[in-house]
């Protein structure tokens, strides 16, 4: 049996046996690597041809591969789950390294939801326009653009994801006139891009921020009228600042300088030599290639010091930042599926000599 349909009979057994709850729905793999081989129902070698077949409550699964899976237009309510990302850098890392990369995903105001997508890295834009849509341990490289004509769309959530660069935008003149967007919330991220709202008179409503880092800055003065941050670290670095400023609470959260407003049990100008592990080595490093100080990850750096203010900011004296709140930042947003994390096909097999197979699975919860 070829090494590519081996490591994907492998899995598809992995999953079988280790998730029961997803037995009344159809599991449809895509793996656009060389070698392989369609199977009806079941293995596609597009997101279009897998999305085509399946129906509502659907998972499909992208296989780690060195080529983009192109755009993913999502015209139903499945669950789309990769491998995650950064996984060469992970304490405990899976087999295949590679991530299941998108170029753009679009979602649409007459697909109700829910969908999920999970451990998948999107190299361009998101446009979303669809309710009931979750992220959950994604990687955005580039503009993330949110909203509907009115009554808008409702219930976005961003889960453990990071967001390297990429603005966060509600604005009208990318799509329609009058878009609108209630009830976003991003917990447990981390932004390094811009958040902007290019339409001040749009009533969205409804966003918050809680137990994430910025590392970006606020332009367009209003980063949604009425939104909340609670339980954040905001790190500058850029000499413009956050630019904070409208209808907006920030809440227990410890900032490198005076830019977010006083009280409600915030923290601001903390020497930020004192707030990550991975001060004062690199401040935290941050750069393209991930590259982070000895001993740490580009994501383990930013865990707090023993010392950071931010460990009792929180209410009751508890954490903030990406580890805080029930559901603490995952490193490499790796699902919480059946992973082979060791692999070992013999190159060869005959009638006399069986094929020597050695897997290693993790459930990843």
Not at 112 to 132: D, H, W, Y
Not at 157 to 180: D, H, K, M, P, T
Not at 283 to 292: L, R, T
Request: charged content about 10%.
């Amino acid at each position: 049996m070829p090494r590519p349909l081996f490591v994907l009979f492998a899995a598809l057994l992995l999953w079988g046996l280790l998730c029961p709850s997803a037995q009344a729905q159809t599991i449809r793999r895509v793996n656009n690597n060389p070698g392989i081989l369609p199977v009806p129902g079941l293995v596609y070698t597009t997101y279009l041809d897998a999305e085509n077949d399946a129906v509502d409550g659907d998972i499909i699964l992208l296989e780690p591969s060195g080529t983009s899976y192109g755009t993913l237009d999502i015209t139903k309510s499945v669950s789309i789950i990769g491998p995650g990302y950064l996984l060469n850098q992970q304490v405990s890392p899976p087999a295949d390294l590679r991530s299941a990369r998108a170029d753009d995903i679009r979602t649409y105001p007459w697909v109700v939801g829910p969908i999920v997508i999970e451990g998948v890295t999107v190299n361009f834009a998101c446009q979303l326009q669809g309710s009931n849509t979750t992220f959950r341990g994604c990687f955005f490289s580039y503009e993330i653009r949110i909203g509907a004509p009115s009554p808008g769309i409702q219930n976005i959530r961003f889960e453990r994801c990071f967001l390297n660069g990429a603005a966060i935008i509600n604005a009208s003149y990318f799509v329609f006139s009058g878009n609108e967007a209630h009830n976003v919330t991003f917990s447990n991220c981390i932004l390094t891009g811009n958040i902007a709202n290019a339409e001040y008179s749009n009533p969205n409503t409804g966003w918050l921020y809680e137990y994430c880092i910025f590392l970006g800055q606020f332009t367009y003065a209003a980063p949604m009228a009425g939104a909340q941050f609670r339980n954040c670290v905001f790190y500058e670095i850029s000499s413009s600042g956050y630019q904070l400023s409208g209808s907006f609470t920030v809440l227990n959260s410890v900032s490198n300088n005076a830019d977010i407003p006083t009280g409600n049990g915030n923290i601001r100008s903390v020497t930020i030599d004192s707030m990550f592990v991975g001060c004062p080595l690199n401040c935290p490093s941050f750069n393209a290639s991930f590259s982070a100080p000895s001993g740490y990850t580009y994501e383990s750096q930013f865990t707090l010091s023993p010392n950071s203010p931010a460990l009792t900011a929180g209410p009751g004296g508890t954490l903030i930042g990406l580890y805080g709140g029930t559901n603490p930042y995952k490193p490499g947003g790796r699902p919480t599926y059946p992973e082979i994390f060791q692999l070992n096909v013999a190159p060869a097999a005959s009638s006399t000599v069986p094929l020597s197979v050695t897997i290693g699975v993790r459930s990843n919860n």
